[in-house]
Structures are given as structure tokens and as C-alpha cells.
């Protein structure tokens, strides 16, 4: 079957960005588990949101990645329909093994959705922090946040005025 998304693939993304419609099953070593049902759902037909996963480091804090969130959640914003509703981003985790979940989860703070770029730096900034707490002495160590990424979804219009009947996460407890 034909995968499906929404939305065309950004023309550039920054170092690392992976497009989520363009997961597939062979991601899973890099992305993990969920990278297989995912692309799974997708090769059976289920639309997949526009979505992008940003990472979060694998060289640590000096990897750029807040920089490169706030570049990802304001090319977002920018790249949307003039005559469309106001664009709105949900940013959430992505881990790619249970070991940086089990680290990090618990700390992945529940951030409002970013409607504007004052919304995307803010949201980038409290994740940093939040993720530096969680590292401890380990921040600003290479690979300290390997397998950890923001999922960045731009939501679409429907039922309840929320991401309807595109898949963004196939996560067993909280996925689409």
C-alpha cells in the first residue's frame, strides 16, 4: 500500500532532523522500536502526520540541539498556509531505547502547544533546562542525551480541534 502524509517534506533539515512521514523499519537501530510500528502503520495506508524528530545529542549540549529545535519549531510556524488556520506545534519526547526513557522520561516536561516564535525559543529553553537537571553531572558530557529526540508535530484541524486521524507516535501506552 501507498504511504500517506499530509503535508510535503521540508525542503532542508538541519543536521540530524529526520522527517517523520520518511521513517522506515531499517530507523529502528538509530530510532528505535517505535520507528518500526510506525512505518508499519504507514506501509499499511495510515496517514502519517507532519512531523519532524530532533535531536537532542550526540554531542551533548554542545551538539547545537537547542538551536537547531528552535530552527525546526520556527520553520514549522513559517512553513504553513497563509489562508489556513493559525499553524500549532505539539512538542513531545521521542526515545530511541528504553534506557534513555527510563532516564529522561520521567523529566520530559509537558510544554504548551507553540503557536509563534517567542512559543518555539521558550519551549526550546525549558527543555534544555529540563533535560540538564536530569543529566546532572553529566551535562555537557558527548553522547550524555544519545537516543533522546523532540517530536515535533504540526497539528491539524478536526474532531476536537486536535492532530485528527494522522498518526504521529506509535508508543504502546500513549501513541496515536
Do not use: H, K
Not at 520553520?75 to 530511541?96: C, E, H, I, Q, T
Not at 529540563?130 to 558527548?142: E, H, K, N
Amino acid at each position: 500500500m501507498m504511504r500517506q502524509s499530509q503535508a510535503a517534506p521540508p525542503d532542508a533539515l538541519p543536521m540530524g532532523v529526520r522527517w517523520l512521514p520518511f521513517v522506515r523499519e531499517s530507523d529502528a537501530g538509530a530510532l528505535g522500536d517505535e520507528a518500526t510500528w510506525l512505518a508499519r502503520l504507514a506501509d499499511a495506508g495510515v496517514p502519517i502526520a507532519p512531523a519532524w524528530l530532533v535531536p537532542c545529542g550526540r554531542d551533548g549540549r554542545d551538539d547545537g540541539w537547542v538551536e537547531r529545535l528552535t530552527s525546526v519549531l520556527t520553520a514549522a510556524l513559517d512553513g504553513s498556509s497563509p489562508a489556513g488556520p493559525a499553524p500549532r506545534l505539539r512538542v513531545a519526547p521521542w526515545f530511541a531505547s528504553r534506557a534513555a526513557q527510563s532516564r529522561f522520561g520521567r523529566d520530559f516536561p509537558q510544554l504548551p502547544e507553540v503557536v509563534d516564535a517567542e512559543g518555539a525559543a521558550e519551549a526550546a529553553r525549558a527543555l534544555s533546562r529540563s533535560l540538564g537537571r536530569s543529566l546532572g553531572t553529566l551535562d555537557g558530557r558527548p553522547g550524555a542525551l544519545e537516543g533522546v529526540y523532540v517530536r515535533v508535530v504540526q497539528l491539524a484541524a478536526g474532531a476536537n480541534d486536535a492532530s485528527f486521524g494522522l498518526a504521529a507516535s506509535a508508543e504502546p501506552r500513549d501513541g496515536d
